[in-house]
T-cell receptor, first 111, second 115 residues
Framework: GEDVEQSLFLSVREGDSSVINCTYT??????LYWYKQEPGAGLQLLTY?????DMKQDQRLTVLLNKKDKHLSLRIADTQTGDSAIYFC???????????FGQGTELSVKP | NAGVMQNPRHLVRRRGQEARLRCSPM?????VYWYRQLPEEGLKFMVY????????ESGMPKERFSAEFPKEGPSILRIQQVVRGDSAAYFC?????????????FGPGTRLTVL
């Protein structure tokens, strides 16, 4: 089936770490993605991870993948107010090109 | 290298009119995807096109919606006889190669409002 689940809201204080979680269903997904959407804007690709990897780090971003549990997380270190946005995880469905998105997690960073 | 271009950015239509949304992929990209984002929801896949071919239209509503990606010019998403429920943000994405391992880059979206 096609289903990606995310929690809807996360609130953190500036300087703390944020962890956004995602579960997916398609075990054949080859790539999993994190996108960021600011109000009124399009989607900005943040990072992605290949399914044979457990972890990927890119500056303040760390992606963890637990393929057994079909669980993906995005950790943002030293979260800033500019990180406030909606974060979407997405999987490639059945290697067929289309992305299946979660509902998005709204991250609110308080000073 | 310009990103994915979409126009118009905002479109207002009255019920029963037609809406045409345009998408120019990134240079060198020959694959285009359309997604719809309803208010307070995530993005839902609509259609995947290559030049002159529809590859996957499993997310397209059966009626009133059509898409094309001609040999020359932008991809067009066409909505005939719009209804209020069509109000949404429509995003286009492009990628360079065929299979799903290729990252999709998104345009800024067209926000359609149906009065």
């Amino acid at each position: 089936g096609e289903d990606v689940e995310q929690s809807l809201f996360l609130s953190v204080r500036e300087g703390d770490s944020s962890v956004i979680n995602c579960t997916y269903t398609d075990s054949s997904s080859t790539y999993l993605y994190w996108y960021k959407q600011e109000p009124g804007a399009g989607l900005q690709l943040l990072t992605y991870i290949f399914s044979n990897m457990d972890m990927k780090q890119d500056q303040r971003l760390t992606v963890l993948l637990n393929k057994k549990d079909k669980h993906l997380s995005l950790r943002i270190a030293d979260t800033q107010t500019g990180d406030s946005a909606i974060y979407f995880c997405a999987e490639i469905y059945n290697q067929g090109g289309k992305l299946i998105f979660g509902q998005g997690t709204e991250l609110s960073v308080k000073p | 290298n310009a990103g994915v271009m979409q126009n118009p950015r905002h479109l207002v239509r009255r019920r029963g009119q037609e809406a045409r949304l345009r998408c120019s992929p990134m240079k060198g990209h020959s694959h285009v995807y359309w997604y719809r984002q309803l208010p307070e929801e995530g993005l839902k896949f609509m259609v995947y096109l290559q030049k002159e071919n529809i590859i996957d239209e499993s997310g397209m509503p059966k009626e009133r919606f059509s898409a094309e990606f001609p040999k020359e010019g932008p991809s067009i998403l066409r909505i005939q006889q719009v209804v209020r429920g069509d109000s949404a943000a429509y995003f286009c994405a492009s990628s360079p190669l065929t299979r799903g391992t290729d990252t999709q880059y998104f345009g800024p979206g067209t926000r359609l409002t149906v009065l």
